[in-house]
């Protein structure tokens, strides 16, 4: 199955700042279908960006998404409070699905 | 709005199973467009595929997890349900049902609040 590494494991960034959040592959996730989840503490993760660059419905276009192949990023172009979080990249290319460890953007 | 709600015991005993139901509200279960899945996160830790079910019953579990899973549908309650078998403290985690987009193990859009299970004796 295809691991996925997500770095730095902690980002601290004031609000306004931009963030950029790394996902690497073990190898090449089949047709870019890349994931990413906001999740909050005691939350249920969010669904933010599919298809690697695809913003999910409703979500603010200061989240972006880019990447192919094994190297992925999640851009926050300027952080808001509630942006503060821990996001998990999702690759669903190849089976079994995996999830990332998460990073944690958190406020510095 | 869609809406997903889980309910089951919070406390599994090892070796037996664990059940838990996911009701939904506020839309059909009964579209050919999503599969119905069952995700789990340890405790301070990342999150793990357990499987999903489309409307017509069709199956898909993550191997490591094949042996001792079974997930099935109600469509006339609008539930779908998760049983674990032969659990250990390993299996301690909160356990969320969510809506997958297509099939399998796609992108999951609307997620339940999630409810924690503790295998213990």
């Known amino acids: 199955e295809i691991v996925l590494t997500q770095s730095p494991g902690t980002l601290s960034l004031s609000p306004g700042e931009r963030a950029t959040l790394s996902c690497r592959a073990s190898q090449s996730v089949t047709s870019n279908y890349l994931a990413w989840y906001q999740q909050k503490p005691g939350q249920a993760p969010r669904f933010l960006i599919y298809g690697a660059s695809s913003r999910a419905t409703g979500i603010p276009d200061r989240f972006s998404g880019s990447g192919s192949g094994t190297d992925f990023t999640l851009t926050i172009s300027r952080l808001e409070p509630e942006d503060f979080a821990v996001y998990y990249c999702h690759q669903y290319g190849n089976s079994p699905g995996t999830f990332g460890q998460g990073t944690k953007v958190e406020i510095k | 709005q869609l809406q997903l709600q889980e309910s089951g015991p919070g406390l599994v005993r090892p070796s037996e199973t664990l059940s838990l139901t996911c009701t939904v509200s506020?839309?059909?279960?009964?579209?050919?467009?999503?599969?119905w899945g069952w995700i789990r996160q340890p405790p301070g830790k990342g999150l793990e595929w357990i499987g999903s079910i489309s409307y017509t019953g069709n199956t898909w579990y993550n191997s490591s997890l094949k042996s001792r899973v079974t997930i099935s549908v109600d469509t006339s309650k609008k539930q779908f349900s998760l049983q674990l078998n032969s659990v250990t403290a390993a299996d301690t985690a909160v356990y969320y049902c969510a809506r997958v987009l297509r099939y399998f193990d796609w992108p999951l859009d609307y997620w339940g609040q999630g409810t924690l299970v503790t295998v213990s004796s």
């Open positions: 506020g839309g059909s279960i009964s579209s050919s467009s999503f599969y």
